[in-house]
C-alpha cells in the first residue's frame, strides 16, 4: 500500500507494529499536523462508520484509539509552536459521562501550541469540577467537548448552572464533538446561555474562536 492508505489502514486496523517509522516517512514531506488532519482522522472517521453499521466491535475501536494517541503523540514535537505565551487560559473537559478525549487533547495541543494556557481537566468532568478549575485558575473561557448524544444535553445543563450560579458573564464557552450541530449550539444554546457560546467544528476553529473571545 502507498504510505497514505498505510497509515490510514493502521488505525482502522488498530495495527501499532511499525507506526513510528512510516510517519517518520511521512514527515519527509508533510506537516505533522496535516498527517493528523488528512489522513490519521480520516482513518478514524471509517472506524467510526464501522462501529456505526455494526461491522466492528467495541474493543477494535478501542484499539484504534490507542495506535490514534500513539499517533498524535508521535507527531507532537513537530508540530509548530508560536513563541507568543501567556495568551489567556481556558479549561477544557470532556463532560461528566463522556469518555471520548480524543479531539479535546487535539485542541489542548492545537492552542497550547499557539500561546494558551490550557488547563485540560480530562473525560467524565462533572459541571463543578469544571467550574473549580475556571475559578482556581482564573479561566478567561471554559471549553467543553463530547462525542455522544447525551452529552450535547449535559452541555446544555452545565450552561444552565453557570446562568444559576451567576457566572455565565465571566465565561465564554467553546463547544465540540462530534454530535453538536452548529444550530443546536449557535441558537438553541445560544438562546439559554446569558453569556457567550460558540460551536467549534474543529480544534482550527476553537482557535480562532478563543482568538476572537480574548484577544
Ligand atoms: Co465511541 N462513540 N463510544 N468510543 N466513538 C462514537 C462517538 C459514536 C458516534 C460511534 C458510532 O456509533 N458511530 C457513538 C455515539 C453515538 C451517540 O451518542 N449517538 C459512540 C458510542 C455509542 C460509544 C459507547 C457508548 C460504546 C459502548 O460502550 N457501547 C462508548 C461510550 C463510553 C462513554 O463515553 N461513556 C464508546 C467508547 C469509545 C472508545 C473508548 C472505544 C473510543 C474512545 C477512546 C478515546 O477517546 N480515548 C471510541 C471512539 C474512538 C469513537 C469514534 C469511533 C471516534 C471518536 C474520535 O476519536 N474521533 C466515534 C465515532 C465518531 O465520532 N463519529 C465514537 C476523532 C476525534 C479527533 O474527533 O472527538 O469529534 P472528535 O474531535 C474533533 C471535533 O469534534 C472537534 O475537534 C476535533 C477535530 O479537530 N472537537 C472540539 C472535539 N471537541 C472539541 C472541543 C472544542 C473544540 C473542538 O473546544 C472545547
Do not use: C, W
Not at 489522513?39 to 467510526?48: E, H, P, Q, Y
Not at 497550547?112 to 473549580?132: D, F, H, R, T
Amino acid at each position: 500500500l502507498p504510505l497514505e492508505e498505510r497509515l490510514k489502514r493502521r488505525i482502522i486496523d488498530g495495527e501499532r507494529n511499525g507506526l513510528e517509522a512510516d510517519l517518520d516517512e511521512a514527515l519527509e514531506t508533510r506537516k505533522a499536523l496535516d498527517i493528523v488532519n488528512d489522513t490519521l482522522l480520516d482513518g478514524m472517521k471509517v472506524v467510526g462508520e464501522l462501529f456505526g453499521s455494526g461491522q466492528m466491535q467495541l474493543p477494535f475501536v478501542l484499539q484504534s484509539a490507542e495506535v490514534m494517541k500513539a499517533a498524535v503523540a508521535h507527531l507532537e514535537p513537530y508540530m509548530e509552536k508560536t513563541d507568543e505565551a501567556g495568551k489567556g487560559t481556558i479549561v477544557l473537559a470532556t463532560v461528566r459521562g463522556d469518555v471520548h478525549d480524543i479531539g479535546k487533547n487535539l485542541v489542548d495541543i492545537i492552542l497550547s501550541n499557539n500561546g494558551y494556557n490550557v488547563v485540560n481537566l480530562g473525560i467524565k468532568q462533572p459541571v463543578s469540577a469544571i467550574l473549580e478549575a475556571a475559578e482556581e485558575h482564573r479561566a478567561d473561557v471554559i471549553g467543553m467537548s463530547g462525542l455522544l448524544v447525551k452529552s450535547t444535553v449535559i452541555m446544555k445543563e452545565n450552561l444552565e448552572e453557570l446562568n444559576q450560579r451567576g457566572l455565565a458573564a465571566d465565561y465564554p464557552v467553546i463547544l465540540g464533538g462530534a454530535a453538536l450541530t452548529r444550530a443546536y449550539v449557535e441558537q438553541d444554546l445560544h438562546e439559554i446561555y446569558q453569556g457567550e457560546v460558540r460551536y467549534a467544528r474543529d480544534a482550527f476553529e476553537g482557535l480562532r474562536l478563543m482568538d476572537a473571545l480574548i484577544g
